[in-house]
DNA sequence: AAGTGGTCTAGACCACGGC
DNA sequence: CCGTGGTCTAGACCACTTT
């Protein structure tokens, strides 16, 4: 991370990846406290101290800080210092500024998940869909079925349907991570970010049968825009979530 | 907004508020997206053009756009430009990033709100509230019990819990506005943050009775924590809302 | 090649909290 | 008063998109 260089970007590209500097700053302090180096609600060094121990500027410290704030991870108090969040200790949930996969959320939370149902066909999009996704109604999707459960409790269904240009059934029914992965790391372009609308709603018959729950118990019901970076559309997906053994929640800002 | 000062900054607390630039830029932004002189999908001036038409830095640009791609507002995309978001122009819903009175969020997407339940009174809380707002179970709180209907159709049932210190039972009765703004424009220190907790349960039957719906109907429960910017504890609100006329969504970001 | 947003540096001053 | 985070400027170069 310390470099003599004016621009240490060069130097960390010739190292590793392309990434920029701020998220390496990020991963640096995420390991520190997900190691418990740092503990819930103890203070970190503050913004001059880390610039100088990882040899970047304030802007790069702070804009890396400015990040972990948003997902939860810290609490910047101006005047006294920076800390980690408390919440990080307990009982973990899922932060939804954060495009994460299900189960990753559920490790953090060290919770065990298992996806217990998969498919992967290519289908024709009907008309909602089509129009959603701003495309053909004969233009051929790939549509990914999921159920997850946590602690052997069935908790998530997911439906996803995925534009061809992500590549192809097969290539989507040998993929082992999960569907978000896979739209980042195999995708051209890759996923980048996420609108997500929230409702709730009883589960019908078959988002019942697949949460093995009753018809009409209340479920979060969410539908999930994938965009790139430039803001094309890649994908549409649909989520029911069980809020009993999990749920999300959403750090908000007066503005 | 112009100035030839090195620091701007000064100028603007002359002028009138203490508020950063970045908001004043976001603001002016804001103006021009609401009252349609920028249309949905339109291109705005580039960051360069912005600094020099507001005589503010590239930063202090780049900072107010950012915070409004967070909202939902804008899409930036490298290489081509910034753009009005397409959505913000149709039947728009709630950005749960910000922290907003309900009825604004309701004003924006173009319906009628009204407030059709309100009391306020001073309690001392049960055993689990007091325990997360941090206090003795012999300190009294406010309580403030509100029902807000969405073109006359009740969709939000809110209960807060708020510490004295933002003021007591009789100010608070008097005030006009909604909770939120009370807590943002008169608690000292005021209202910065809020945890948003989100689960999807059925209607019991006092949420049954306040929001005229039929026991177990599912709705979106959510418990917001609301702090201060030094992490302060002011209170904790407990809102179910029906998501039939009105729902959130949440931008999301691959970090 | 030109335009636009993304990242980064270096340095300055302000506002807040605690000593 | 001092340490800390917050805001702001000026300038540089990179990465991506469009022409």
Redesign the interface.
Known sequence: MATEETNANNIISFVGGRRPLY?EV?EELERLIKGRKLKPGEKLPSVEALTEILGVSR?TVREALA?LET??LI?R????GT?VSQ?SGKGF?GG????EPFRMIAKRAGLDSEVIFREVRTVIPDLEIAEQLGIDVDTKLIRVEIVEAIDGVPTMYLVDYLKESCGGEETLSEWEGSVLTYL?ERCDP?????????????ADEVVASKLEIAE??????QVDTYLS???EILGIGFLH?L?DHF?????????
Request: hydrophobic residues 40%; proline residues 4%.
């Open positions: 998220v990020m802007s990040n997902q939860g609490i108090k101006q005047g006294s800390f919440s949930i939804m500024e954060r495009i980042v890759p996923l980048n970010q996420s609108r997500t609308e929230i409702f709730a709603v009883g009409g118990k209340p479920v979060q019901y970076s430039s803001g979530i809020t749920h999300f929640f959403v750090n908000r800002r007066v503005v």
